[in-house]
């Protein structure tokens, strides 16, 4: 399985970026999605995730109301919009896929997701 992310960039504070993960080597409708971003000297943290239909999302709490997760199934493609971007959004931003196939209980947790994309770094400036 393979997880290509890309998108990230730099903006200014208030600006936007949409971030891509293609993804390959499985049946990616079958398999909730997740972002997670990781700043230096913190631990990875998550962000959102989305249900296997795109039917369900769950969101950090800091970045609800300004972050939408979405994918296309038909592209094996998920995103990640970002609005209203602040400086505490800069990370490398990775996204993950969950194991298990067909569920709708989203998690928020690492040891959930068993495939990662390299990561994409995300500048926000001040």
């Known amino acids: 399985v393979q997880l290509q992310a890309s998108g990230g960039g730099l903006v200014q504070a208030g600006g936007s970026l949409r971030l891509s993960c293609a993804a390959s080597?499985?049946?990616?409708?079958?398999?909730?999605m997740a972002w997670f971003r990781q700043a230096p000297g913190k631990e990875r943290e998550f962000v959102a995730a989305i249900t296997w239909n795109g039917g369900g999302a769950y969101y950090a709490d800091s970045v609800k109301g300004r972050f939408t997760i979405s994918r296309d199934n038909d592209k094996n493609t998920v995103y990640l919009q970002m609005n209203s971007l602040k400086p505490e959004d800069m990370a490398i931003y990775y996204c993950?896929?969950?194991?298990?196939?067909?569920?709708?209980?989203?998690?928020?947790?690492?040891?959930?997701?068993?495939?990662w994309g390299q990561g994409t770094q995300v500048t926000v400036s001040s």
């Open positions: 993950a896929s969950d194991n298990r196939r067909w569920t709708n209980r989203l998690s928020d947790t690492r040891d959930q997701y068993v495939y």
């Open positions: 080597g499985r049946t990616f409708s079958a398999y909730a």
